[in-house]
């Protein structure tokens, strides 16, 4: 299996898993801003990160190949079996994170073109977005003041996903929301041995 | 259990599933303008649709209520088996339907509010996403040229999911993207006897 990524995406939590679980899976690394880059010939949506299985077939989302990964190994503690509660929680995490998150929140901060012809306008189209930011996360920073991670008190596919986020708030410039316990979270999260393995191959 | 649905909203979707597999499942509708609507009080994220479970445990987004719902019927063909590429398939669409056609399109469209704060540049966000929503059903629409269904020749949750957003799109006004292919799949949608009962319930 190979694993197309882009340094500092959204991938990144994919690349984690794959670590997490020392997973037989190829990580190629690719650049977004190359239009005949590999991914575009790869994912259906010409976007990373995207999964080809041994058969060719493309997965792409994390909201999908995260599962997906995880269930390659029955049993792992970063998931839950089928049918499991936890396992929709787990579920539900990732699908709040991938649209109220990403690209709910960071996509006009990050590209706020898509919302408005005029650059003229794009300040503003962030000032929005990283309001909509603050109101995306303050529910996470308060699930997670009485919690290690967000499901099952361990680390999981979701915690994997939701560190992506915060190393983004971490660089985002102006520091737009700051949280203690955000903060705490990000830093368990910056001190796993697979996070660090994976943030020094994207940076190597 | 009780799924709580909103008329109109992406909750249809989920509502559309509970009459196909004619699961037991309460449809509660509540209003999403009401700050004390009841979805308010069950949802963790104030928000629809969300599934309720005998145990109280509430289930949110479309993209993890699908599959928890159509996993309620092992075998079913509106879904695969674990482990499977058809499931990865099906879980992708839903995921690209998620963030890039409803929170990555329609949401600048119908609420261009949240993307910029002058009122007087709504019209211009609103036309931003136009043509995001066209970008994100180009690909929907090439896939669809050449089949009935989105995966595996057979409505599934992704297509109980796509014809939302079908949906939308015929009433929007000014009919902002106009293609055969998906005209003729929304006309298959609509006549599926189990997407006439939810619709008619949710109008009456």
Redesign the interface.
């Known amino acids: 299996m190979k694993l197309y990524i882009a340094p500092g995406a959204c991938s990144f939590a994919s690349h984690v898993v794959v670590q997490e679980l020392d997973l037989p899976v190829e990580v190629v690394t690719v650049s977004l801003t190359d239009p005949q880059g590999l991914h575009k010939q790869v994912s ?2 010409g976007r990373v990160p995207a999964l080809q ?1 041994d ?1 060719g ?1 493309v ?6 190949i995260l ?2 990964l995880a ?1 390659l190994v029955p049993g792992t503690s970063l998931f839950a079996p ?2 499991s ?1 936890e396992r ?2 787990i ?2 995490w ?3 994170l ?3 998150v ?3 929140s960071f ?2 901060i990050n590209r706020p073109g ?5 650059a003229a ?1 794009h300040d ?2 962030r ?3 990283i309001a ?1 930011l603050r109101a995306a996360l303050a ?1 996470i920073a308060a ?1 997670l003041q009485t919690r290690t991670w967000l499901v099952g008190e361990r680390f999981t596919i979701a915690d994997a996903y939701l560190g992506v986020f915060l190393g983004w708030l971490a660089r985002a410039p102006g520091k737009p929301f700051k949280d203690e316990t955000l903060d705490a979270y990000y830093l368990r999260y910056q001190q796993r041995p697979a996070v660090k393995v994976a943030a020094d191959a994207e940076v190597a």
């Open positions: 259906p949506f299985l058969d077939t997965i792409a989302e994390n909201t999908v599962p997906f269930d089928a049918g509660v929709a929680q579920q539900s990732l699908g709040y991938s649209s109220e990403h690209t709910g996509r006009p898509r919302y408005h012809a005029d306008q503003q189209v000032a929005s977005g909509l529910p699930h």
